[in-house]
Antibody, heavy 122, light 113 residues
């Protein structure tokens, strides 16, 4: 059974960089078959797609966040990661990693991590 | 960006009664080449991540009770819970995956009357 688990600091200071990792168990982040995504839920904007990572590390990012977002993969640890720079209070959210079950097109999310709350505050 | 809207914002339904949630996209999410609507529905219970209920607008995810059904095409979609159970209390979201950026509706909160 596939499991996704987010990890990272729960508190980040304004203007600093938020760094999260999603550890995948039960499947491989190297698989050509899937897309791996980051999504967040904020009180103000609801659920917001952050970005998608595909086989080989190709990434797609939400234009609203693009200049601040980096998504990368560590195949040796079966993890993919999110970095969001220059954070403000508006980036306070529950951050989820999730899987699209096919990479031949765009798909829904069939598995989600539990989510991790990140608060931006000094 | 495709904007997703949902109605109502919240609803309270008696146990065993029908609950209907509407979702509208600002442009069509129907892809004629494969005859599919790129629309999913998720359930989010308190303290839990979203759970996939319906994809391709009307395909029920494995393990989801058959009281949940999805319908619609193009820009107008509906999630129906045919007989509300206590465990269905949650917020329900629609999502389009037709084009990036993928976008979600604001959610509809379902409670027991």
């Amino acid at each position: 059974q596939l499991q996704l688990q987010e990890s990272g600091p729960g508190l980040v200071k304004p203007s600093e960089t938020l760094s999260l990792t999603c550890t995948v168990s039960g499947d491989s982040v190297s698989s050509r078959s899937y897309y791996w995504d980051w999504i967040r839920q904020t009180p103000g904007k609801g659920l917001e797609w952050i970005g998608t990572m595909s086989y080989g590390g190709k990434t797609y990012r939400n234009p609203a966040l693009m200049s601040r977002v980096t998504i990368s993969v560590d195949t040796s640890k079966n993890q993919f990661s999110l970095k969001l720079t220059s954070v403000t209070a508006a980036d306070t959210a529950v951050y989820f990693c999730a899987r699209q079950p096919d990479s031949s097109s765009y798909y829904h999310y069939d598995f989600w991590g539990q989510g991790t709350l990140v608060t931006v505050s000094s | 960006d495709i904007v997703m809207t949902q109605s109502p914002d919240s609803l309270a339904v008696s146990l065993g009664e029908r609950a209907t949630i509407n979702c509208k996209s600002s442009q069509s999410v129907f892809y004629g080449t494969n005859n599919r609507n790129y629309l999913a529905w998720y359930q989010r219970r308190s303290g839990q991540p979203p759970k996939l209920l319906i994809y391709w607008a009307s395909t029920r995810e494995s393990g989801v009770p058959d009281r949940f059904s999805g319908s619609g095409s193009g820009t107008d979609f509906t999630l129906t819970i045919s007989s509300l159970q206590a465990e269905d209390v949650a917020v329900y979201y629609c999502q389009q995956y037709y084009s990036m950026p993928f976008t979600f509706g604001p959610g509809t909160k379902v409670d027991i009357k």
